[in-house]
């Protein structure tokens, strides 16, 4: 597969999940998930931003989303919870949520980012995603909760990748076996950016 295909594949996988947040919204902090070449996971996943929210926000996501682009909700056959899956433009989508047991921890509030917020910068970075290397497997973009409630994102690259390609993006870190981190930078839209082997 050429690289302009498979390159140009996570940029439009952005646009319709920026598309599926429009629809969706609003909806609680989600994680937007885009693995352009993956076979048999969907290719976009919504997920909560985290585990800490609160098992009626966790589970809210994935009924809005079934809701909301008529797609069937589903409980998890593996885990309590909940899944919705659909197609949108030829391309696999899904909505799931699958809450911790309960925990004595204070549910996560939600920041300042609106899931609009959330769509505009997957909107934004299609042109950027669209100069990436083949070899780059995923992007994912996440509302923070832990920290200042803004936007951050984690670029997936197999293990070894060379990292130099990215250098006006990122500042490379040694690699670290244990979390896979590879460097640090911040995208074109102004969000922070971890580079990290994955998938």
């Known amino acids: 597969m050429s690289r302009e295909h498979r390159s140009s594949a996570l940029g439009e996988l952005l646009a319709i999940a920026a598309s599926v947040l429009d629809a969706t919204g609003p909806a609680p ?9 993956e076979r048999f996971l969907p290719a976009i996943t919504l997920t909560p931003a985290s585990l800490w929210m609160s098992v009626e926000e966790q589970f809210a996501l994935p009924r809005l989303v079934a809701e909301r682009m008529g797609w069937p909700l589903q409980p998890l056959s593996t885990a309590d919870g909940y899944a919705s899956t659909g197609t949108l433009e030829g391309v ?105 082997e994955g998938r």
């Open 29 to 37: 902090a989600a994680t937007v998930t885009c693995l352009p070449h």
């Open 92 to 196: 696999r989508v899904q909505a799931l949520a699958a809450p911790l047991p309960s925990t004595s921890r204070t549910p996560l509030a939600r920041g300042k980012v609106t899931t609009a917020e959330h769509a505009d910068p997957l909107r934004a970075l299609v042109d950027w995603a669209a100069s990436l290397p083949t070899a780059v497997t995923g992007l994912e973009v996440r509302e923070d909760l832990d920290g200042a409630g803004q936007l951050t994102a984690r670029l997936i690259v197999p293990r070894g990748f060379d990292v130099s390609p990215l250098n006006e993006v990122i500042m490379p870190v040694p690699a670290d076996d244990w979390s896979g981190l590879r460097g640090a930078g911040i995208l074109p839209t102004g969000h922070a950016l971890t580079i990290s």
